[in-house]
């Protein structure tokens, strides 16, 4: 080996390994581990608790405009499900934000381990209920992009594709005489 040979071998395990007289770059901070997606509540917890109040708030916009409504902090009537739910994110906000959380409750739902208000696990890897699941998320979507256009005729005709999206599931999986035999 040469002389230039041994130089280049020499500095590049230098630069490879960090020489004495040579500062390294600081170590990039570790990156914690997101946590894994469990359930904490039943499907009907969720239910009630996500696109219950937020289809109601979507449906509200089909007699009620969200921008016309007051806020009661700001003097004016409290009329309807958007202004009453609204806190501080009110009007075509609250209804674009509702329109979001339908469409994340189908990502909810299909998280595994979930079980149904009776006890039974959520039927995940039915075909039927990933196809509802799409079903829901697609129709938030679609409420939101009618939200954002702030047009009252765009909410009536959302305010169907929503409300079929949760009776395809809520006649299938909800809509039994017994509560035992839900979620089958």
Known sequence: ???????????????????????????????????????????????????????????????NDPAA???????GADKGATA??????????????????????????????RLCENGKPVPIDREDFKKFAAGLADAGKAAYKAAQSKNLDAMVDVSGTVSEACANCHEKYRDKENNADRCI
């Open 84 to 113: 009453s739910y609204s806190s501080v994110y009110g009007g075509w906000q609250s209804v674009e934000n509702s329109a979001l959380a339908i469409a994340e409750t189908a990502n909810l739902i299909m998280i595994p381990g």
């Open 1 to 63: 080996m040469n002389k230039l040979s041994v130089l280049v071998v020499a500095a590049s395990m230098a630069v490879a390994c960090g020489s004495p007289n040579q500062t390294s770059a600081p170590a990039a901070p570790a990156v914690a581990p997101a946590p894994a997606a469990q359930p904490y509540a039943s499907l009907a917890q969720v239910m009630r608790g996500i696109p219950f109040p937020a289809s109601n708030i979507i449906f509200d916009t089909q007699s």
């Open 69 to 75: 409504q007051a806020k009661p902090a700001e003097g």
